[in-house]
């Protein structure tokens, strides 16, 4: 078999993967019926294989789908599925209700904001209903309540964010005006044992004012929550304040009915500075709070804008009463920065913590594009000291980007984890939105996903090996259907066809005209049927979890014809 190579970039891959760091991007989550503008992904939640994604912009008041993860019973991640099983709709949300701007999800409870519903906001309660079966997918989603303050103002925001744990809800309200205009508050509601959901607390801040739009992201964790007021102005014009607050059962722990919750710290970065933001967004993990300061300027070495952006981690001091939570003290023991940051990233605009591990957004990254955006993820390590959090340290561990991203995407507005899934929204990819599905641990795997479009292309591109870093990998197109056939052809571009294009000669799969063509690879037809393709893979560990995409055509015979495509994941 003679064959002629023309061109071949795998060998300049380095070159075009830039700076990104190893990732494994498994999956990607689209609505069944996005549109343009929907700014699905703009904030989304995880529990138990379940995820639950915003859309606030879709149809007629916004709505929320709820996806199912399955892994197919095998140990391969990359034919694992996200299976869209729900939409789900607010009740009265039509119009401008923005349904979907906040979800959360506990435990088979799913609660959606709808901050611009009538007056001043609601949030909406669904429950899942397994209907007496272990499969998930038969499982449907039923609006149990639908929540408003008995007493609201035009544009109190209620809705704008919400947090569960077990059977309490806190529902942001941040332009309430009670305490002054816009000054905000939080509301706290309780699942009693008949399930019926009852507002036990409205709370602000103990120095609101007006303007400090207190309550637009409180987190929730046992029996504590944080949340910010990110106009605040203690250390100068909206510089921002973090607050914690602790409930007090009152003695009777198991009436959490009559509980009161008390406001037992604010908190400030030990570089407090003016128009930061800090505590803009929250996110709480049983002992260990982290509050966004997206604005930060560390980056850009004596400028007061450059708004690369940092966040705080801050630890519980119980000091020496485990037992009594309200005289805790709360100590900022990290500041994270990201390894290569730049003006305008917005670094931790969004964080997400669970156990040891923080997930920072940076939807102002520019690696792919003005805009397209990343998040970092952070390691904790205790020194060799478990019992002592005050010395841990965090590491970056992951920058994570989409394997196709581009300009605009805003990759990292939502985020989730659970366990090592990290699921990324990215509100404005393909105008509509998307989410991103990581596995943090997964070693990088080399694999090929077949790419075979509606079935009118014929599956005669197929894998012979993987993809390994530092080793070699072939692939073969079959010319055997195709007496004559004098010349097969690979095509490889750095960007797929979302939708593929029909051509005469078969459907496209990949995007010439969009992409960039890097891979062109002639073969002087083989008489027995097979052409076999050959690549060196570079051994650079950076390339781990890089994807390109190629596609077979065959010239000649019965005429030409474009063959299937071939997700191609470079791995270890």
């Given amino acids: 078999m003679k064959r002629v190579a023309l061109f071949s970039v795998l060998a300049l891959l380095p070159v075009l ?14 609505p069944s019926d996005g549109a343009g503008g929907d700014q699905f992904g703009f904030w989304l939640a995880v529990d138990g294989g379940t995820s639950l994604v915003g859309a606030f912009e879709h149809g007629d008041g916004g709505a929320a789908y709820v996806y199912v993860h399955q892994d197919r019973g095998t140990a391969d991640p990359w034919d694992d599925a996200w299976v869209e099983l729900a939409q789900l709709h607010g009740s009265l949300s039509t119009g401008d ?3 979907g701007t906040a979800v959360a999800l506990y435990d088979g409870t799913a609660v959606v904001g709808a901050p611009r519903e009538g007056v001043g906001g609601a949030a909406y309660v669904f429950e899942r209903d397994d209907r007496g079966t272990l499969d998930p997918l038969d499982d449907t989603w039923v609006e ?7 007493m609201q103002s035009t544009g109190d925001q209620f809705g704008a964010r919400v947090t569960l744990y077990a059977d309490t809800l806190v529902v942001a309200a941040y332009s309430d005006d009670e305490r002054g205009v816009d000054a905000g508050a939080v509301h706290v509601f309780e699942r009693d044992p008949q399930g019926v959901w009852v507002e036990t607390a409205k709370l602000f801040s ?14 929730l964790s046992g029996d504590t929550f944080i949340v910010g007021a990110r106009y605040d102005e203690d250390n100068g014009p ?29 908190l400030h970065p030990g570089d407090a500075r003016a128009y930061d933001y800090f505590a803009q967004n929250t996110t709480l993990f049983e002992d260990t709070a982290i509050f966004s300061k997206h604005f930060d300027d560390d980056a850009c070495s004596g400028s007061s804008s450059c708004e690369s952006g940092a966040a705080y981690v801050f630890e519980r001091d119980d000091l020496g009463t485990p037992d009594d939570r309200l005289d805790d003290r709360w100590i900022q023991t990290a500041k994270l920065v990201a390894s290569d940051g730049h003006a305008r990233d917005y670094l931790g605009l969004v964080p ?7 997930l920072l957004s940076a939807n102002g990254v520019d690696g792919s594009g003005q805009d397209s955006g990343a998040v970092y993820s952070f390691e904790r390590d205790d020194r060799g000291t478990p019992g002592d959090r ?110 593929p294009l029909a051509l005469p000669m078969g459907e496209l799969l990949i995007d010439l005209p969009g992409g960039n063509l890097f891979l062109r690879t002639f073969t002087l037809s ?10 060196a893979i570079p051994p650079s560990t950076s390339l781990a979890g890089l994807r390109v995409f190629a596609q077979g055509a065959i010239l000649g015979g019965a005429g030409p014809e474009f063959c299937n495509a071939l997700d191609v994941i470079l791995g270890l």
């Avoid at 993967?17 to 689209?30: K, P, S």
């Avoid at 005669?460 to 993987?466: I, L, M, N, R, S």
């Avoid at 049927?529 to 050959?534: I, L, R, Y």
Wanted: glycine residues 14%; contains cysteine; negative net charge.
């Fill in 97 to 99: 209700a923005a349904f």
């Fill in 526 to 535: 083989s008489p027995f049927g097979a052409d076999v393709f050959s690549y």
């Fill in 352 to 358: 997400f913590l669970r156990g040891n591990r923080a």
């Fill in 206 to 219: 103990s120095d609101a004012a007006a303007g400090d739009e207190f309550g637009l992201s409180p987190s």
């Fill in 17 to 30: 993967c830039g700076e990104t760091t190893a990732q494994c991007e498994i999956g990607r989550l689209t």
């Fill in 238 to 266: 909206r510089s921002g304040s973090g607050f914690v607050f602790e409930r007090d059962d009152g003695g009777t722990p198991a009436n959490r009915l009559d509980d009161t919750w008390v406001q037992t710290a604010k």
């Fill in 390 to 499: 005050f010395d841990d340290v965090w590491v970056e561990s992951a920058k994570l980007s989409a394997h196709d991203a581009r300009g605009g995407d805003e990759l990292g507005y939502g985020l989730a984890l659970e366990g090592s899934l990290a699921v990324v929204g990215a509100r404005f990819d393909d105008g509509s939105g998307s989410a991103r599905v990581f596995d943090l641990d997964l070693a990088c795997p080399a694999g090929v996903v077949p790419r075979p479009g509606s079935g009118i292309n014929a599956g005669c591109f197929t894998p012979v090996d993987v993809p390994r870093l530092g080793g070699t990998w072939s692939a073969r197109i079959d010319t055997l259907g195709h007496p004559g056939a004098r010349i097969s052809v690979v095509l490889g571009v750095d960007t797929p066809l979302r939708q």
């Fill in 144 to 150: 149990v309540a639908r929540l408003a303050p008995a």
